[in-house]
């Protein structure tokens, strides 16, 4: 799965990393929304610009639409039923195709169709019977799949969570800062961003490979090994990017205003959980201060952070979360 060079268009994990300011979200549903088959909202005009981010929750069978980190849109699903499961991830459009067949089940119609892995899963319509019962894909309401279709862009971020909720109002910190504060010496391995100078900026740590990697276009572009203490069980939690200017100074460049973002908690922490911030206080966690600051100099709204603890590699025990990053077949 994870090799030395080139980045491979499968990363095994869902794993990126950055500062934390968040954003709230709108009250598109209330939070006790219990929808029939079928039904949805889509209001696109409460934020008409800014990243897309798509969040769909296996337990609830509900998919949810933000952009700039207001919720736009909101709909019953339909994910893998048992023994075609939908894996749990990040995952980034990867191609679009308004008219689709499967080549794999009986040439079935996918109409509006995103792609989110080269094996077969994406999201469509499709019928919705009120539980999980498709391949693998999310299915939606039909009307809900083409008006999504119409917002998103190639690239986009969709997180599929086995969380009961969907992302809400959460208090901000400095991770950055304190990342930046302590780290390995010389702990950078590599740093090429000539390889990819432009597209969507991801950044990959896994606290259980002690090690962070860097990619832009899904090409990756630095590595480095972080101190992660392995006694850590955070989960799988990503952070999105979004546009405009939050409260306070950048944590990285005091002179700069801070940055806000967006958190989703991706998969249920492990035992012994900790807060990402109690981590950091407590020293268990930290990058090279030097690689935070050129980090800091790539993000633009849409830059996807997933912090793990799940392995980056093959051969580990544990089963490694997908990210699926190129856009390129194999």
Same mark, same amino acid.
């Given at each position: 799965?994870?090799?030395? $060079?080139?980045? #491979?268009?499968?990363?095994?994990?869902?794993?990126?990393?950055?500062?934390?300011?968040? $954003?709230?979200?709108?009250? /598109?549903?209330?939070?006790?929304? !219990?929808?029939?088959?079928? @039904?949805?909202?889509?209001?696109?005009?409460?934020?008409?610009?800014?990243?897309?981010?798509?969040?769909?929750?296996?337990?609830? @069978?509900?998919?949810?639409?933000?952009?700039?980190?207001?919720?736009?849109?909101? *709909? *019953?699903?339909?994910? =893998?039923?048992?023994?075609?499961? *939908?894996?749990?991830?990040? +995952?980034?459009?990867?191609?679009?195709?308004?008219?689709?067949? !499967?080549?794999?089940?009986?040439?079935?119609?996918?109409?509006?169709? @995103?792609?989110?892995?080269? %094996?077969?899963?994406?999201?469509?319509?499709?019928?919705?019977?009120?539980?999980?019962? $498709?391949?693998?894909?999310?299915?939606?309401?039909?009307? +809900?799949?083409?008006? /999504?279709? !119409?917002?998103?862009?190639?690239?986009?971020?969709?997180?599929?969570?086995?969380?009961? =909720?969907?992302?809400?109002?959460?208090?901000?910190?400095?991770?950055?800062?304190?990342?930046?504060?302590?780290?390995?010496? %010389?702990?950078?391995?590599?740093?090429?961003?000539?390889?990819?100078?432009?597209?969507?900026? $991801?950044?990959? /740590? !896994?606290?259980?490979?002690?090690?962070?990697?860097?990619?832009? %276009?899904?090409?990756?572009?630095?590595?480095?090994?972080?101190?992660?203490?392995?006694?850590?069980?955070?989960?799988?939690?990503?952070?999105?990017?979004?546009?405009?200017?939050?409260?306070?100074?950048? #944590?990285?460049?005091?002179?700069?205003?801070?940055?806000?973002?967006?958190?989703?908690?991706?998969?249920? #922490?492990?035992?012994? %959980?900790?807060?990402?911030?109690?981590?950091?206080?407590?020293?268990?966690?930290?990058?090279? #201060?030097?690689?935070?600051?050129?980090?800091?100099?790539?993000?633009?709204?849409?830059?996807?952070?997933? /912090?793990?603890?799940?392995?980056?590699?093959?051969?580990?025990?544990?089963?490694?979360?997908?990210?699926?990053?190129?856009? *390129?077949?194999?």
């Amino acid at each position: 799965m994870f090799r030395p $060079s080139p980045f #491979p268009r499968r990363l095994a994990l869902a794993g990126l990393l950055g500062l934390v300011l968040l $954003s709230p979200a709108a009250a /598109l549903v209330p939070p006790d929304w !219990s929808p029939r088959p079928g @039904q949805y909202v889509w209001k696109p005009e409460l934020a008409p610009r800014g990243p897309v981010v798509v969040v769909a929750s296996l337990p609830l @069978q509900q998919l949810h639409v933000y952009r700039n980190g207001v919720r736009i849109g909101a *709909t *019953t699903i339909s994910s =893998g039923k048992r023994g075609h499961e *939908t894996p749990v991830g990040v +995952f980034t459009i990867l191609q679009k195709r308004a008219e689709h067949y !499967s080549n794999l089940y009986d040439n079935a119609p996918m109409p509006w169709m @995103q792609r989110l892995t080269w %094996d077969g899963i994406a999201l469509h319509a499709g019928r919705l019977p009120g539980h999980p019962a $498709s391949h693998g894909c999310i299915r939606l309401p039909d009307a +809900f799949a083409k008006a /999504l279709f !119409s917002t998103t862009r190639p690239g986009d971020v969709v997180i599929v969570t086995d969380r009961a =909720g969907v992302p809400g109002p959460a208090a901000g910190g400095d991770v950055m800062a304190a990342m930046g504060r302590t780290g390995l010496a %010389d702990a950078i391995d590599e740093w090429a961003p000539e390889r990819a100078p432009t597209g969507p900026v $991801s950044i990959v /740590l !896994s606290t259980r490979d002690g090690r962070l990697v860097v990619m832009r %276009d899904g090409v990756r572009i630095g590595s480095a090994r972080v101190h992660a203490d392995p006694a850590l069980r955070l989960g799988t939690r990503a952070w999105v990017l979004l546009e405009g200017r939050g409260e306070g100074t950048d #944590p990285v460049l005091p002179d700069r205003a801070a940055r806000r973002w967006q958190a989703i908690e991706v998969e249920r #922490p492990g035992d012994g %959980d900790l807060a990402v911030r109690q981590a950091l206080e407590a020293g268990a966690l930290a990058i090279p #201060p030097e690689l935070a600051r050129r980090i800091d100099a790539l993000l633009v709204p849409g830059a996807t952070v997933v /912090l793990t603890d799940a392995p980056l590699g093959e051969g580990a025990q544990r089963r490694p979360l997908e990210l699926e990053t190129d856009a *390129t077949p194999r």
